[in-house]
């Protein structure tokens, strides 16, 4: 459980009267709502896309439509779960185009046979103390990542909420309008493909 | 607890709710258990690595980014503000869009309407086809009217009057013409029958018209002489073209065209009355040869065998052995022997309608190629003299094809 999660649900007071701000018009109330949630929902998109661009697309069309549906928020969760599963669904929309597939077959043909990384990641900060532990934190986030792109979408997704982003079962569920059962049995099987997947580097 | 019941409950461990006796089992399990003690430390590497995963903060300006994308209109929005907007400067969105609709109701809707046909579609003969399939006869666009006329253009056939779809043929797509409208008035000639002179003055019978029984003219007199009596064949303008007389189908006509048949106020007769004796019947002065080349030429009252064709092309038997006679309905024997009686005329015969009030006769409407004009007038002169409607020049505005009326009268 991340601290920017708590942070955010601490002040849900206040967050519940920008919402209502927000819904009237108020774009200096949605400015703040945005900063306050952009890098989860950022984070959550890259997750999802591992394309730094395309998290980047589909976090602001994640904010467009939460400013265009505000009205239709009712509170029964919070902010931050509500915008998370915008996010979550322009993700899964976003992986089912036909765009989207087109152009993530030419990349991989484009670098077929290169060891160079892939241009649209971004490196995340680095503050390991070593050269050789950053290599392998690097190695095994790389793993991870690429474990995480390898999985389903319908499986990307609830790994990412519960191991990345540390939501419950019960919000995952509410998220995706699975049954608790459902979003238990498929956290285990994604959980098994990435275990095995980073079995050597772990 | 076993290692299945253990491996099953470690996610639940490490989430931390496990009871605590669940917990106290489990943990005892682990101490006892090197596989589960491993695959517990190998499931918190995950999650701590998963935990650890870098967090991704959004790239600089990406507030900005979202009010740009919020202050942007839509694409469909700058679609309309660009395309239409000049035709709608000043007008309110909401009204543009409602007129646009309104304009895209419209045009969907003629599109689905069939399309209007600027004149009325009527079935002709196969023969027609076959003219304008050679180019012959065409069928263009409606001439502009030449003839001021209170004559309707279009005929509609009356319960007395009998059109090619009588012919009991269902009339196809490729079997239809273009009558012209009630705007394109058509020639009309009158013609007052009498059978004395042909094309160029020229006798067209042996013997001169003879009134019939009934005082009536005869129509056919000019092909042959009184009932019984054997006839000469008729003169037929050198113009026309010569027809077999054994040929079928559509010169069924054409073969009775150069052979006598019973006048047209004989057969209206007919057509009108109820059926009767042979013997009380008019004479029928000839008939045409069979294929079998039978001719009887008989009036001695009693029955007899006549192998004339019937209007629908079968042997009419009936009509000589006193049964009583079962006419195909809307089938108009004087019709039909006016439609071989026209059949050398130019053009092709739309309608023929009996007036039935003297002394008019009936009324022909037919569509002829402008350039046949000429020739189709010396044809009508072969049936009597043109008392009216004759115009010697054809307005050059005039295209094809000419309706013309022929309103056959009695002197």
Same mark, same amino acid.
């Given at each position: 459980?991340?601290?920017?999660?708590?942070?955010?649900?601490?002040?849900?007071?206040?967050?519940?009267?920008?919402?209502?701000?927000?819904?009237?018009?108020?774009?200096?109330?949605?400015?703040?709502?945005?900063?306050?949630?952009?890098?989860?929902?950022?984070?959550?998109?890259?997750?999802?896309?591992?394309?730094?661009?395309?998290?980047?697309?589909?976090? /602001?069309?994640?904010?467009?439509?939460?400013?265009?549906?505000?009205?239709?928020?009712?509170?029964?969760?919070?902010?931050?779960?509500?915008?998370?599963?915008?996010?979550?669904?322009?993700?899964?929309?976003?992986?089912?185009? %036909?765009?989207?597939?087109?152009?993530?077959?030419?990349?991989?043909?484009?670098?077929?046979?290169?060891?160079?990384?892939?241009?649209?990641?971004?490196?995340?900060?680095?503050?390991?103390?070593?050269?050789?532990? %950053?290599?392998?934190?690097?190695?095994?986030? /790389?793993?991870?990542?690429?474990?995480?792109?390898?999985?389903?979408?319908?499986?990307?997704?609830?790994?990412?909420?519960?191991?990345?982003?540390?939501?419950?079962?019960?919000?995952?569920?509410?998220?995706?309008?699975?049954?608790?059962?459902?979003?238990?049995?498929?956290?285990?099987?994604?959980?098994?493909?990435?275990?095995?997947?980073?079995?050597?580097?772990? | 607890? =076993?290692?299945?019941?253990?491996?099953?409950?470690?996610?639940?461990?490490?989430?931390?709710?496990?009871?605590?006796?669940?917990?106290?089992? &489990?943990?005892?399990?682990?101490?006892?258990?090197?596989?589960?003690?491993?695959?517990?430390?190998?499931? $918190?590497?995950?999650?701590?690595?998963?935990?650890?995963?870098?967090?991704?903060?959004?790239?600089?300006?990406?507030?900005?980014?979202?009010?740009?994308?919020?202050?942007?209109?839509?694409?469909?929005?700058?679609?309309?503000?660009?395309?239409?907007?000049?035709?709608?400067?000043?007008?309110?969105?909401?009204?543009?869009?409602?007129?646009?609709?309104?304009?895209?109701?419209?045009?969907?809707?003629?599109?689905?309407?069939?399309?209007?046909?600027?004149?009325?579609?009527?079935?002709?003969?196969?023969?027609?086809?076959?003219?304008?399939?050679?180019?012959?006869?065409?069928?263009?666009?409606?001439?502009?009217?030449?003839?001021?006329?209170?004559?309707?253009?279009?005929?509609?056939?009356?319960?007395?009057?009998?059109?090619?779809?009588?012919?009991?043929?269902?009339?196809?797509?490729?079997?239809?013409?273009?009558?012209?409208?009630?705007?394109?008035?058509?020639?009309?000639?009158?013609?007052?029958?009498?059978?004395?002179?042909? =094309?160029?003055?020229?006798?067209?019978?042996?013997?001169?018209?003879?009134?019939?029984?009934?005082?009536?003219?005869?129509?056919?007199?000019?092909?042959?002489?009184?009932?019984?009596?054997? $006839?000469?064949?008729?003169?037929?303008?050198?113009?026309?073209?010569? $027809?077999?007389?054994?040929?079928?189908?559509? =010169?069924?006509?054409?073969?009775?065209?150069?052979?006598?048949?019973?006048?047209?106020?004989?057969?209206?007769?007919?057509?009108?009355?109820?059926?009767?004796?042979?013997?009380?019947?008019?004479?029928?002065?000839?008939?045409?040869?069979?294929?079998?080349?039978?001719?009887?030429?008989?009036?001695?009252?009693?029955?007899?065998?006549?192998?004339?064709?019937?209007?629908?092309?079968?042997?009419?038997?009936?009509?000589?052995?006193?049964?009583?006679?079962?006419?195909?309905?809307?089938? =108009?024997?004087?019709?039909?022997?006016?439609?071989?009686?026209?059949?050398? &005329?130019?053009?092709?015969?739309?309608?023929?309608?009996?007036?039935?009030?003297?002394?008019?006769?009936?009324?022909?409407?037919?569509?002829?190629?402008?350039?046949?004009?000429?020739?189709?007038?010396?044809?009508?002169?072969?049936?009597?003299?043109?008392?009216?409607?004759?115009?010697?020049?054809?307005?050059?505005?005039?295209?094809?094809?000419?309706?013309? $009326?022929?309103?056959?009268?009695?002197?």
């Amino acid at each position: 459980m991340n601290e920017e999660k708590k942070a955010v649900d601490a002040d849900d007071g206040g967050e519940r009267t920008l919402v209502t701000a927000a819904a009237r018009g108020d774009r200096d109330a949605f400015d703040r709502l945005i900063r306050a949630h952009m890098n989860r929902v950022f984070n959550l998109c890259f997750r999802m896309m591992g394309d730094s661009e395309e998290a980047g697309d589909c976090a /602001q069309d994640t904010f467009l439509k939460a400013y265009r549906s505000l009205k239709d928020f009712r509170g029964d969760s919070s902010f931050s779960t509500w915008i998370c599963s915008i996010a979550l669904n322009t993700c899964k929309t976003r992986l089912q185009s %036909a765009s989207y597939r087109y152009g993530r077959r030419a990349a991989s043909l484009a670098v077929t046979g290169s060891s160079t990384p892939d241009a649209g990641s971004v490196d995340p900060p680095d503050p390991a103390p070593t050269v050789l532990e %950053a290599m392998e934190r690097h190695e095994v986030e /790389q793993s991870l990542q690429t474990a995480i792109q390898a999985l389903p979408a319908d499986a990307r997704s609830v790994i990412v909420l519960r191991d990345v982003e540390g939501f419950s079962y019960e919000e995952i569920s509410r998220m995706t309008g699975w049954p608790i059962g459902t979003v238990k049995s498929r956290i285990a099987r994604a959980r098994d493909q990435l275990r095995t997947a980073i079995r050597g580097v772990l | 607890m =076993d290692c299945e019941q253990a491996r099953k409950i470690l996610p639940e461990y490490l989430d931390g709710v496990l009871s605590p006796d669940q917990r106290s089992v &489990l943990e005892t399990h682990l101490g006892d258990c090197e596989p589960c003690a491993r695959e517990l430390a190998s499931f $918190r590497a995950y999650l701590q690595a998963m935990h650890e995963l870098p967090r991704m903060p959004a790239p600089e300006g990406f507030v900005d980014a979202v009010n740009r994308k919020l202050d942007r209109p839509s694409v469909w929005r700058t679609w309309i503000s660009e395309r239409l907007s000049p035709l709608f400067r000043g007008t309110p969105l909401r009204v543009a869009g409602l007129v646009t609709s309104v304009l895209v109701v419209v045009l969907v809707y003629q599109r689905m309407l069939p399309h209007r046909q600027p004149t009325q579609v009527v079935p002709i003969q196969s023969h027609q086809v076959e003219r304008k399939s050679t180019g012959e006869g065409a069928l263009p666009a409606a001439p502009p009217p030449v003839t001021p006329s209170p004559a309707p253009a279009h005929q509609t056939p009356s319960p007395g009057s009998a059109s090619f779809a009588d012919k009991g043929s269902k009339p196809s797509p490729e079997t239809h013409a273009h009558v012209p409208a009630e705007s394109d008035r058509p020639l009309e000639l009158v013609v007052v029958l009498s059978g004395a002179k042909g =094309d160029g003055g020229r006798p067209m019978t042996a013997k001169p018209p003879a009134p019939t029984e009934n005082g009536s003219p005869d129509i056919l007199a000019r092909s042959g002489g009184s009932a019984g009596t054997a $006839r000469p064949e008729r003169e037929a303008p050198a113009s026309l073209p010569q $027809r077999s007389p054994s040929s079928h189908g559509p =010169d069924r006509e054409t073969a009775g065209a150069s052979s006598p048949m019973i006048s047209l106020e004989e057969s209206a007769k007919s057509a009108s009355s109820p059926p009767v004796a042979p013997q009380a019947r008019p004479s029928v002065r000839a008939e045409r040869s069979s294929s079998s080349g039978e001719a009887l030429s008989k009036q001695d009252g009693a029955p007899r065998r006549d192998n004339r064709l019937s209007d629908t092309g079968e042997v009419d038997s009936a009509r000589f052995t006193g049964e009583p006679r079962h006419r195909p309905v809307g089938i =108009d024997p004087a019709v039909a022997s006016l439609r071989t009686l026209l059949k050398p &005329l130019s053009g092709t015969i739309v309608n023929v309608e009996r007036t039935g009030e003297p002394p008019s006769l009936a009324t022909v409407t037919l569509l002829i190629p402008a350039r046949s004009y000429p020739q189709f007038l010396r044809d009508v002169e072969t049936l009597g003299m043109i008392r009216s409607g004759r115009v010697a020049t054809l307005p050059s505005g005039r295209t094809d094809p000419l309706t013309v $009326r022929v309103i056959l009268v009695s002197p």
